[in-house]
C-alpha cells in the first residue's frame, strides 16, 4: 500500500504524543491498514484517509489536540460498507478498542471515538476546533482540483454499484443538497479560504447534473 508507511508514521507519531504504550501497536496499524485496503473501497481507502491527514498537519494551528485530530482522522472511515447505516459507529467503536489496547485512558478514548462520530452528521454545531477540522478535512475533496473531484465522484458510484442508477442519482443529489444547504462547508478559515468557492461551484454542477 502506497500511503501505508504514512499512515503507520503519523499512528505512532500520535501515539507518542499521548504516551501510549508501544506493546500492540502494530497489530492496530497492520488492521487498519487491511481494512483501508479492502477490495470495495474505491473512494474511501488509505488515499482519502492520508489526504485528510496531510491537510491537518497542514493546519495543525487550528487544532486544540493534533494527535485527538490525527488518530480520529485515521479511523473515521476504518469500517466503511456502503450498504450499512452504521460505519461511523463501528469506526468509532474500532477505534475504542484499538486504543485501549495501547493503554489510552478514558478521556482519550471517549475524544478520539467523539470525533469519528461527528463525520456521521457532519455538525459543526459546538465551535469544536479539533471537529471543525476532522470535519474540514473530510469533505476537502470538494474544493479540491477538477480532477480529483472527478475521481472522488466516480469512486462514490462505484462504491454504491449495487444501487440502480436512477435511485443512486436521487440519493446523492439528495446528500450534495443538504450539504449545498449549508452556510458554510469549512469551518477552518485558512481551508474555507482555499476550498470553499470551489466546493460550491462543484455540488451546484453535480446537482444539475443529477438532476
Not at 500520535?14 to 491498514?33: C, K, P, S, W, Y
Not at 475504542?96 to 454545531?125: F, Q
Not at 472522488?152 to 443529489?173: I, L, M, P
Amino acid at each position: 500500500m502506497r500511503e501505508g508507511p504514512l499512515l503507520a508514521s503519523t499512528f505512532h507519531a500520535a501515539a507518542d504524543a499521548l504516551g501510549l504504550a508501544n506493546e500492540g501497536r502494530e497489530g492496530v496499524v497492520l488492521d487498519l491498514l487491511a481494512r483501508l485496503s479492502e477490495p470495495h473501497r474505491r473512494y474511501h481507502d488509505a488515499s482519502h484517509v492520508a489526504a485528510c491527514v496531510r491537510l491537518a498537519e497542514r493546519h495543525r494551528a487550528h487544532a486544540r489536540c493534533l494527535p485527538h485530530v490525527l488518530l480520529a482522522l485515521l479511523f473515521h472511515d476504518a469500517v466503511y460498507d456502503p450498504r450499512a447505516h452504521d460505519n461511523e459507529a463501528q469506526s468509532a467503536a474500532l477505534a475504542a478498542r484499538g486504543l485501549t489496547a495501547i493503554g489510552a485512558d478514558p478521556a482519550t478514548i471517549e475524544r478520539v471515538s467523539a470525533l469519528v462520530l461527528a463525520t456521521k452528521g457532519h455538525d459543526m454545531a459546538g465551535h469544536d476546533p479539533d471537529a471543525e477540522l476532522v470535519l474540514d478535512a473530510d469533505l476537502a475533496i470538494l474544493g479540491d482540483t477538477e480532477r480529483a473531484r472527478e475521481a472522488f465522484e466516480a469512486g462514490v458510484r462505484a462504491e454504491y454499484a449495487h444501487v440502480d442508477e436512477a435511485s443512486y442519482r436521487a440519493g446523492r443529489r439528495h446528500v450534495l443538497e443538504g450539504f449545498a444547504a449549508r452556510d458554510r462547508l469549512y469551518a477552518v478559515p485558512a481551508i474555507a479560504a482555499e476550498r470553499e468557492a470551489t466546493a460550491r461551484a462543484h455540488l451546484q454542477e453535480r446537482i444539475r447534473a443529477l438532476s
